[in-house]
C-alpha cells in the first residue's frame, strides 16, 4: 500500500530531550542517541501523519554519520522515491546530515495492529 507516491519532501522537526531515560545508560559521561532510534522517530512521524500503523519492511543504505547528543533539535525529511521506498534524512539545526536511509514501509494489517 502506498502512503503517498508524490515526490514532495515531507519535513518534520524534533527535540531530543536530555532528560530521556536511554541517555543515562548510552554513555555515561559521553551521551548519544542510538540510532534505531533516528529510525523510530522517522517511523512514528511518518505514522502520525497518515493516520496509518507502519513497520520497516526493508531498510538499504542506512548511514550514522554524526552523533545526536541531548537537547539537540532535528529536523526529519523523507521523500517517496518510488512507491514504497523513501529517502529519509537526519539533519542537525547547521543542516548537517547526521543520519540516512532509504526504507520501505508497510502498512500493517488492522488485525496486527492492536
Not at 519492511?57 to 554524526?66: D, E, G, I, Q
Not at 523523507?78 to 542537525?92: D, F, I, K, M, T
Amino acid at each position: 500500500m502506498t502512503l503517498f507516491a508524490d515526490t514532495d519532501v515531507t519535513a518534520f522537526s524534533i527535540e531530543v530531550n536530555a532528560s530521556q531515560p536511554v541517555f543515562n545508560g548510552h554513555f555515561p559521561g559521553q551521551p548519544i542517541l542510538p540510532g534505531v532510534f533516528l529510525l523510530n522517530f522517522i517511523r512514528q512521524q511518518l505514522q502520525a501523519m497518515h493516520d496509518k500503523p507502519l513497520h520497516f519492511s526493508r531498510l538499504r543504505r542506512v548511514k550514522f554519520l554524526r552523533p545526536v547528543v541531548p537537547d539537540s533539535r532535528l529536523r526529519i525529511e523523507c521523500q517517496c522515491v518510488q512507491a514504497p521506498w523513501y529517502n529519509c534524512r537526519v539533519l542537525a539545526e547547521d543542516g548537517a546530515v547526521l543520519a540516512q536511509a532509504e526504507i520501505e514501509f508497510d502498512v500493517v494489517a488492522q488485525d496486527k495492529a492492536s
